[in-house]
């Protein structure tokens, strides 16, 4: 359920989709880093994706919603090797909307599925 800034609710559901596992979005704004990813990719390719957690960590990037605008937002958290949506690295380009079906690619490492819909 996601509260707008007058106190309205509107309940809707999100998630990750991995080829091997499915990450829900649970809290908004959510971060998202390497470790959210373990067991998903190879050890290799995790390493190019930024940490959420430890010192000085920034996590890869941020899931939020624009009640405003009704939709899910991303947003790239500063990480080293950048955060991709349908291709685009995003990185320092500020809070850009999601939709169902679009693909995210923590570090151009590999391809997760946004998928959203009403609960």
């Known amino acids: 359920m996601i509260r707008g800034p007058g106190g ?6 999100a998630m990750l989709q991995t080829p091997s596992k ?3 979005v649970s809290t908004l704004p959510q971060r998202f880093g390497r470790e959210d990813f373990v067991g998903i990719v190879s050890s290799d390719l995790l390493a190019t994706i930024s940490r959420r957690e430890g010192p000085g960590a920034k996590a ?21 090797n950048g955060t991709y949506l349908n291709g685009e690295d995003i990185r320092g380009r500020g809070r850009r909307p999601l939709k169902n079906g ?3 690619s923590p570090a151009n490492a590999f391809n997760i599925k946004f998928i959203s819909g009403p609960a």
């Not at 309205?8 to 559901?13: A, D, F, H, L, P």
């Not at 405003?68 to 500063?78: C, K, L, P, R, Y």
């Open 8 to 13: 309205e609710t509107r309940v809707v559901t």
């Open 22 to 24: 499915t990450i829900p």
């Open 60 to 80: 890869q990037f941020t899931i939020g919603y624009d009640y405003a605008q009704g939709t899910f937002v991303i947003w790239d958290d500063g990480s080293t």
């Open 102 to 104: 679009d693909i995210i």
